[in-house]
């Protein structure tokens, strides 16, 4: 792992006049290029050539300077390293960026400063420390089980590597599990060590609620009568992930195979009863509490915790993304909950900006970067 | 019942250019207190601990002073009444003010000047009353039945008290609602009294559209040419909401029985085929205009007409709620409609202070609160 | 069909100091009239009796002129003709206006200038023009099939005039298709000639995505790069059409006919996983490109192409809008995409309105009019 002491050095040396924002051009790229553009910072775009029309298409999208690539893996290029920092560049780490890029290698050989804390990259992307933060933060997660029969009921088979949902299916018995996980290594859709380490979940029945915080540091402790140690947890949105099983009923009355597919493949926006965000905001506080005592200085800026939400159980929390997700891709033109913090829309992306030139201005970018 | 004439005499004693604007901390109150602060009026939150967190949490939904209670309904104690006639405050009644306060007090025990005409609280909280309502304002409702065999098909089983739709349940036999009924009443969720004072409706096939309305009595009568009396009927969004039957076939083949759950949890945004909002403008004068003879003055400010429509019957009307609904809860950021009236985006929180605002100008504040 | 040259000449008379938007009063007039009076222009609408309520009661939506029409046909008539092009109009045509007016009238007998070309109607009204079209932009299209057994599958049976969904079905055997063209024909909902030209179309499973475009003449030529031969393709917005089918799991577990309909009814809004935005803009432009060859100098202005996504097959596309969809009627204030092309909220109404303006200040009305 890069010390923390090595990118604050880093950082001690770049130009807080010229700060770059950078990121890979997928995933949330066109809301944080639109947002940094909106603070008036600069921007690079990280990017391979199927991806760049995108960026093309969108005029207040379009990143000041593209560093092109042929595989995602470039990135990691000393040179392309040595580019960005020579552009005073933090790095906005989102969903994309973690999967092609990989933990290990952000851990221990990108050594361009990040927003928030990269060790929150690794308590998310392992399942195991992911389900032992959440536990800790005194949240409610779905049961999870040895087979089937020991859960009496429908369950969730999940894969060590999320990869936005493909490959997960529903069972409601150990031979259709058995199945199922024979026929996808067999169409080479998963590895045999996938199978073997798959996770059986609970089903949870109830309505999803995928709500978007930021973290801020640069604002007024606002919350501290409510246990936050320091800072401001917002509300930045809220949405669902759109599925092909969320259109399964269409296919109703005899749902084909291909409908039960959860590979995410767009996003709604949803808003919850308003009495529930008391429990919306004190998930959010906890979670960052709990970061703080697991890797210090814990998690900072955008992060989503997936819940699914039935009055009978309350809400419970099925993943935490510890970066901004792609529902926040609905909140360029502003959302129902952060009108109420902010005058002017603010999209998640050009909350990062706002952030950044915050940190600078109180002298603290080391702060939130990492 | 208080006499008009008593709230009147109140409000004639208000301090005009000091209007408070005050609600209980729930339901759409954030917005509520976001509007009046956009229009510059001050802000009371009537709040419980556990609901503080919400409002402190958004800065600009933050009421400018809380008024703690213990239990909502301490809300109706003498005490807090005066502090809130002495600050000059309309109270917003909203869905759950209505809920937690309870109608009877709310009449008869409670002399703080109300947004709107209090009695169309009464109208819209005692099902028969609404639907004679609805049906002499010209509106199709579902049917009505006394047992299923008489339906003949699904029916949807109700309560009296609506809860937000918790333990209401469809059914397909009299022996399946008997078994319902019991199940409810053994489980203690209703009490033998609501079993027995059951509503079964007819199950409406369709989609549901449920449009958001301003009644404002301080606006041109654009609408005269179509029967409205005075002033103008606006439409401020639309919303479906959403409950655990909305994500019930992601329980697809086999859903379990907790799907089944008509609780509202959240809401989503839709909008309806434009031609259909001829019929949306003529149900909201007509609902108006019958107010107006069944509970003179009539009701004014926010109301919705829930709806569903099919192709084959147009729409069906099978509830209104005579005051702001928490579907406006996404209107913080504008909405489709709202935009072909107003330059600003404007939420329903927002218009509700513009109205009184309006009215003061006007000299008519007594037209639009009691 | 009346030539290019025709609807020249008029246009060349027009007084481009003063031109009016006009269309007829459905579909997305709302929308029209609003975005014209932001850009300050004049508008005209045609209107019948029932449908005023609508465009009255919307203060930013009320065209400054009506026309009124006792049917819709009369907006054929010599006189209306020359009233508008007295006003120096361009007509708006969407989908209401095509299925009311029809095409070969507009195509022969319609000599006012109008948004577009002309023959682009036709190529999207022809079922069989339309597949050739999308089929040489190399989309890749459903299936079609003679009988259900050929297909092996569940079809999705559809008629040569669309009317918004209405009466289409699917499909599991032949005789089932046999037995509902046979209930539709006696019902008096389809004709003998409907039922005998009925398409059978493959089911194709996955999320619906139905991207709004805007094919701009007046605009830098940005995608060049990427095939477009001149203008830029612009992404306004996305949505999902609702239909009772799209309500039919609140039905289960045993669905009732009813909800089998797919009519359109209404609408919601929904993004699209950002990597997948670079088959949108390709399948965008090649679809522009095509229209330039098939039918010159092809299409401009807004657009959509319907499809359904899912991880294993990519896009399908179902469908061609070329004009303005009703989807649209979601931008009045805004959308999660136009925010990355315009600084001010932009609907695609509004987007009309600044397209002529523009094309007038370049001197090329003509190549955007026909």
Request: with cysteine; net charge negative; aromatic share 10%.
């Amino acid at each position: 792992m890069i010390p923390k002491s090595e990118i604050d050095e880093i950082l001690s040396k770049y130009d807080k006049n010229n700060i770059t924002i950078a990121t890979i051009c997928a995933h949330s790229a066109a809301q944080i290029f639109q947002g940094a553009r909106k603070e008036g910072l600069k921007t690079i775009g990280l990017c391979t050539p199927d991806q760049k029309i995108i960026y093309d298409s969108f005029p207040l999208a379009t990143p000041d300077e593209y560093i092109m690539v042929k595989e995602w893996t470039d990135v990691l290029s000393k040179e392309n390293q040595r580019r960005l920092v020579e552009k005073s560049a933090i790095v906005i780490p989102h969903g994309s960026f973690v999967a092609y890029l990989d933990n290990e290698n952000l851990q221990n050989n990108y050594r361009v400063p990040m927003l928030g804390n990269r060790q929150s990259l690794e308590w998310e992307g392992d399942r195991k420390k992911q389900r032992e933060w959440l536990e800790k933060a005194g949240l409610k997660l779905p049961k999870e089980y040895k087979t089937q029969a020991e859960a009496g009921e429908k369950v969730f088979v999940k894969f060590p590597h999320a990869k936005g949902g493909s490959n997960y299916f529903t069972a409601e018995s150990d031979k259709e599990i058995e199945d199922g996980l024979a026929e996808l290594v067999r169409a080479g859709k998963i590895s045999q060590e996938d199978a073997d380490n798959r996770t059986l979940q609970q089903f949870v029945e109830g309505d999803r609620f995928y709500p978007h915080y930021f973290y801020s540091l640069t604002e007024d402790d606002r919350q501290v009568d409510y246990g936050l140690k320091e800072g401001r947890v917002e509300l930045m949105g809220m949405d669902i992930r759109i599925e092909p099983i969320d259109e399964s009923y269409r296919g109703l009355p005899n749902v084909s195979r291909k409908f039960f597919d959860y590979t995410v493949t767009g996003n709604e926006e949803r808003i919850v009863r308003e009495k529930l965000l008391a429990d919306i905001f004190r998930m959010g506080i906890s979670t960052v509490n709990k970061s703080k005592e697991l890797f210090p200085p814990g998690m900072t800026g955008p992060f989503c915790i997936e819940t699914v939400y039935h009055p009978e159980t309350g809400f419970v929390a099925f993943e935490v993304s510890a970066r901004i997700v792609a529902g926040t891709n609905l909140s360029t033109r502003g959302t129902p909950y952060e009108a109420l913090t902010f005058e002017e829309r603010t999209s998640s992306g050009r909350r990062i900006s706002m952030e950044i030139k915050n940190a600078i201005e109180q002298n603290k970018l080391e702060k939130i970067a990492y």
